[in-house]
């Protein structure tokens, strides 16, 4: 099992920035690829980037540009620096980590970012 604790989502206004981190323990030797989600009120849930152990990245083209994500290895932590937020961006983002780049295997409690006009 991967427990993903999650932290940093907030309150901001548009254009502002935010630093969401993402601390992963227990089996983590068994994954490779972690990233973040995103659920809006009334919308599915959306892959936002993802990031692989050998640091390869994907975006979703609404954010690329804007968010950029990382990890660092030593730490078993991923992080994704949000600027220029709009209120597009407000939603429930989730730690997620997976064995490759498919769906998730295990998921974060969820942290909630709104960005206000």
């Known amino acids: 099992q991967v427990q993903l604790v999650e932290s940093g989502g907030d309150l901001v206004q548009a254009g502002g920035s935010l630093r969401l981190s993402c601390a992963a323990s227990?089996?983590?030797?068994?994954?490779?690829?972690m990233g973040w989600y995103r659920q809006a009120p009334g919308k599915q849930r959306e892959l936002v980037a993802r990031i692989s152990s050998g640091v390869i990245t994907t975006y979703a083209g609404s954010v690329k540009g804007r968010f950029t994500i990382s990890r660092d290895n030593a730490k078993n932590t991923v992080y994704l620096q949000m600027n220029s937020l709009k209120t597009e961006d407000t939603a429930v983002y989730y730690c997620a980590a997976a064995r490759g780049f498919k769906e998730p295997n295990y998921w974060g409690q969820g942290n909630q970012v709104t960005v206000s006009s």
């Open positions: 227990g089996s983590i030797f068994s994954i490779n690829v």
